[in-house]
């Protein structure tokens, strides 16, 4: 597990030879897979991959697999995530990761959108039937997460890849705020801007009666 953590590969490959225990998790749920894949080391977690399959499938406590992980990855280690993510989906098959959620009722996809990695989103959803529609334990879906990382151009892309306008206005189930109530409430004026040029409904109205305007203020 230290050895992964700290991306060793050539000890790592050493410790795997003379039957190191790949599946064997720490206090929090994490294998040696899980601790590769947070820090970026994707050669490492590819290997870890290959070695044991199953490892792939170990939940932490918070039920999230390493495709997760990788997924959510960003600044200067969004390539090593996009790299695994797809490595993993290649070595396993779609169905199983893709509908796989964490406590949150998170999935990979929404990881993605999180981490603003616009050409994974892209592949998720064009290779691999991804449906950014889907909504997490508080009924948030794609829209949601990226409003609330102000992340413009996903938004846009989330649009140009789907026919219906319906989830740019889609209410949560927590305080009935759509992605335009978390962008105003966040402070991301590009990505209210956006949203409105997208014809979301500024009308719309949380369960105290406040509107997107009125989270802003």
């Known amino acids: 597990m230290i050895a992964s953590l700290k991306g060793e590969f050539s000890i790592v490959r050493c410790l795997v030879d003379h039957g190191a225990l790949l599946d064997l998790t720490s206090k929090d749920g994490r294998t040696a897979l899980h601790m590769a894949v947070q820090e970026g080391h994707a050669e490492v977690a590819e290997y870890l991959a290959s070695c044991c399959p199953s490892s792939m499938y170990v939940e932490t406590k918070s039920g ?109 189930t927590w305080d009935l705020w759509t992605p335009l109530m978390y962008a105003a409430k966040n402070g991301h004026l590009d990505c209210v801007r956006c949203l409105l040029e997208l014809r979301a409904d500024k009308t719309k109205k949380d369960k105290l009666g406040r509107t997107a305007k009125d989270l802003g203020k």
């Open 64 to 172: 999230r697999i390493p495709i997760q992980m990788a997924a959510a990855l960003t600044s200067e280690r969004q390539m090593a995530g996009d790299r695994m993510t797809r490595y993993f989906i290649s070595l396993s098959g779609t169905s199983r990761m893709l509908a796989h959620m964490d406590r949150s009722g998170r999935t990979v996809l929404e990881d993605a959108v999180v981490a603003n990695q616009i050409e994974l989103v892209k592949w998720l959803i064009q290779e691999h039937g991804a449906t950014p529609e889907r909504l997490d334990a508080l009924g948030r879906n794609g829209w949601h997460h990226a409003a609330m990382m102000g992340h413009v151009t996903m938004i846009q892309q989330l649009q140009a890849l789907t026919t219906t306008n319906t989830s740019l206005d889609q209410a949560d």
